[in-house]
């Protein structure tokens, strides 16, 4: 057909309408709980005619992703490379350029160790306007979830976000980050966790700081558990911890009501 309304193209095997103008936005999906999905989000999932998602985007968000649009996984489940980074990419490009409505879906906010910078940087070299929608993220969902507050002002007052994993899959580095005072989040350390263990008492942080592992957190399998830096790595083996979970390292975890601790770990009244 001459036009434009009436040329396809195929999207990761399957076939779409192609339009004239293409956007790509990139919705922050939040911790995974529906109803912390922003109503912005929401909006731009419904009009969405292609929808790119990843392996944190939790399964009660999956369930709603509008019947119309094309869903496209792109996870990288256990750290492992599903899909290059660079693929997502190129399947972003392609499906903007048909004129296509597409959304790219992470889990938390987008902006927060979610590489959006990469894309994002590629969609403008590619030409192609780029719309963000933040959600709520990982750090923000299971303070409430604790209900504690990270700057707690009798024990913080500073917090950090920190990934565990750098781009190369080695350790980050989080010297001087936890300690008196101070309250760290540390994203994707499941596998980091006896290196991070070994690198905080080597600073001399006391085997007893008090950490806590949330997973899953808003979502319907959320646990809680309360350990010490020096137990952390035996704790996540005890009590087979799985992804999406993260830690928060600091003196706001002594304030978690302990009526909710999982059973096995140390209670917040010991450390």
């Not at 709603?64 to 869903?71: F, G, N, Q, V």
């Not at 299971?142 to 976000?161: C, D, G, P, Q």
């Not at 263990?197 to 399998?221: F, Y």
Request: net charge neutral; charged share 20%; with cysteine.
């Amino acid at each position: 057909m001459s036009s434009s309304e009436g040329q396809t193209i195929d999207i990761a095997g399957g076939v779409v309408v192609r339009r004239s103008v293409g956007l790509v936005t990139l919705v922050g999906a939040g911790p995974g709980d529906p109803d912390l999905l922003t109503r912005k989000g929401y909006a731009a999932l419904q009009v969405a005619e292609v929808v790119f998602f990843d392996d944190l985007v939790s399964p009660e968000i999956v369930d709603i992703l509008p019947d119309h649009a094309r869903c496209i996984y792109v996870g990288k489940p256990h750290h492992k490379a599903m899909i290059a980074q660079s693929d997502i990419i190129s399947q972003l490009i392609a499906a903007a350029r048909s004129g296509l409505r597409v959304v790219r879906l992470k889990g938390g906010d987008p902006m927060v160790f979610g590489r959006s910078a990469e894309e994002i940087d590629a969609l403008r070299g590619a030409g192609i306007p780029v719309e963000i929608i933040p959600g709520v993220t990982a750090a923000s969902a299971s303070a409430a979830a604790m209900k504690i507050s990270l700057t707690h002002r009798e024990y913080a007052s500073r917090v950090t976000f920190v990934t565990a994993t750098r781009r190369a899959g080695a350790l980050a580095d989080v010297r001087g980050l936890a300690g008196l005072g101070r309250t760290v989040v540390i994203y994707m350390g499941l596998c980091k966790a006896r290196g991070l263990r070994q690198v905080l008492l080597a600073e001399g942080l006391d085997a007893a700081w008090p950490v806590a592992v949330v997973e899953h957190a808003t979502r319907p399998a959320q646990r809680i558990i309360v350990t010490t830096v020096a137990d952390l790595p035996d704790a996540l083996i005890r009590e087979n911890v799985q992804s999406p979970a993260l830690f928060i390292v600091g003196e706001v975890v002594r304030t978690y009501v302990t009526e909710n601790v999982v059973s096995g770990a140390v209670s917040v009244a010991s450390i």
